[in-house]
């Protein structure tokens, strides 16, 4: 398959806990693809958009260097090479544009059980050993705090045992990593979640409105992820008390009903989880013939 300059290019994680998440979503954006046959590759059949599957790490350098203009990626990578570039007087030519609200992770601090902890302070003069130079080293510029930083590509946390470092820096989701190799998280250094990024590269006209397309379905998406719709009826006189229980409800379509007074149907998207509770509040407030459905798709 023939990869054209036309067509907009989205870099993907090839394997790992990112790309089921990214392919599911663009997918839900309404993109469809055939997997090239290295597996390198993804042709959009619907849409002048192709996906690249590369290694997580690469992402914000072929973002960066205009090899695709958009990229979905954590934080936590996004971050490290902006360190690395300012530490070495260059920029990173990419912006991120949105959170994507999963891979979540933070970035922390994590000491041996028994050793000493008490504070920021602890780490002067010690051994750190992570994969995260760069945000480490910004941390601790920050914090006035001189140590070595012992670079690990892997399995950091074993650096201890191995008595390579005194502490580590790395990510954390659940912590059971940690727990299994008797450490104990002191410090969050970086809250980090997958994000898109895109190329600080202008793009012709025709590519930017397909940006555009693909930028604004992918924040429908996430918008409905929460979203319900409600629809119920009540007394004109509740409608204030009603609609300040709505939760993330903004302006909810009073329609009126034939024949029952001053009771109306009100119709409004939420953007938040409705629970139980608030359908008894709302019921409590005068609200009767209660339904919440489910948003499928979302245009704003
Ligand atoms: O091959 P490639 O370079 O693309 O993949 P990779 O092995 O570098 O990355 P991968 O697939 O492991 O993670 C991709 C991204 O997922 C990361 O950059 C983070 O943004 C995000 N993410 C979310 C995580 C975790 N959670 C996570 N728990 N990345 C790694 N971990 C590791 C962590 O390094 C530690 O070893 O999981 C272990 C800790 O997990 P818990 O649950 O035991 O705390
Ligand atoms: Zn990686």
Redesign the pocket.
Known sequence: MEISEQRIKIAV??????TDHSLDLLERCGLKFIQSKDQLFCYGENMPVDLLLV???DIPGLVSEDVCDLGIV????VEEKRFALEQAGSTACYDQVFELDF???RLSLAAPENAEFSGVDSLQGKRIATSYVATLQDYLSRNSIEAETVYFSGAV?IAPRLGKADFIC?????????TANHLTEVETILE?E?VIIQTREPLSDEKQEWVNRILQRLDGVLQVRESKYIMLHAPRSALDEISALLPGSEYPTIIPLDGQGDRVAVHAVCKESIFWETLENLKAAGASSLLVLPVEKMLA
């Open positions: 994680q090839k394997t790992g806990r990112l290694r997580d790490d954590g934080q936590n990578i891979g979540h992770c946390e790395d990510l954390v989701s659940s912590g059971a990593t940690l980090s997958a």
